[in-house]
């Protein structure tokens, strides 16, 4: 393993060492005016929600490394108090980042990346028209994190008016984690795409889970289960009896099969599908088998 000291980097050594390993990361598609009026659109991965009630979005234009100067965005939400922070999905993500490009004074992001402008109803700043999810915010608070090159900027964006497009919807109203179809900033030239690789960890917020430590050793010890798999297996309220363990077995005669074969590796592997398949309670009961 390398261990590294932040003050033995230079400031960009140590910025591609925060972003190759922090990801991937959620993207602030920053609308701004500036004091005449003049649209400026800009994509920021330093972002994330971090409150509720009152909702809260914090992005954090950093100074630039090369000349310690500020960007446009930073620049007009310390002048004019607002911004529109548009979610950016696959469909826009050339053009989100066309906008990234460091375009002089004045000039307006929206027409150079090729994106359809649209008025806010309660904020200055335009929305982006093919933006599936967007923020009209008040700044309620600039926070320099220091006056050096790299140096953070945090922008407290209180959301006043959401605006979701219908077609990112599911038939009970809510956003379908596939049809907003969101990309993510990794480090150097790369994103990902989260349809492309999205998977469910159900939250133990309703159950008690008994916990890894509870397994019993053999399963525990498995050369064949992963972390992920313990963690799965200790995540049930209680384990299955002896009496449906048998039930289980008998009423599977490929997994009879198996079990009387007494190979144990054979075993966990097939009780590892099981857990891929999401069926825990049948990973347990194959597993606990004699």
Known sequence: MVSISPNELSTGQLHAYLLGAVGPRPIAFA???DEKGRPNLSPFSF???????PP???FSPARRVRDNTTKHTLENALKTQEVVINVVNYDIVQQ???ASTE??????????AGLAMLRSDLVQPYRVAESPVQFECKVTKVEALGKEGGAGNLIFSEVLKIHIHSSILDKNGNIDQHKIDQVARMGGNWYCRATAGMFEVPKPLTTLGIGVDQIPEQIRLSKVLTGNDLGMLGNIEEMPSEKEVEEFIDDNNDLAKIVASGDRLKIERRAQKFLEEGNVLSAWKLLLSK
């Open 96 to 98: 989100m980042s066309l």
């Open 31 to 33: 609308s701004t005016v």
């Open 56 to 58: 809260i979005l914090i």
């Open 103 to 112: 375009y002089g004074e004045g000039i307006n992001e929206f027409k150079k």
């Open 47 to 53: 972002f994330n929600v971090f409150s509720a009630n």
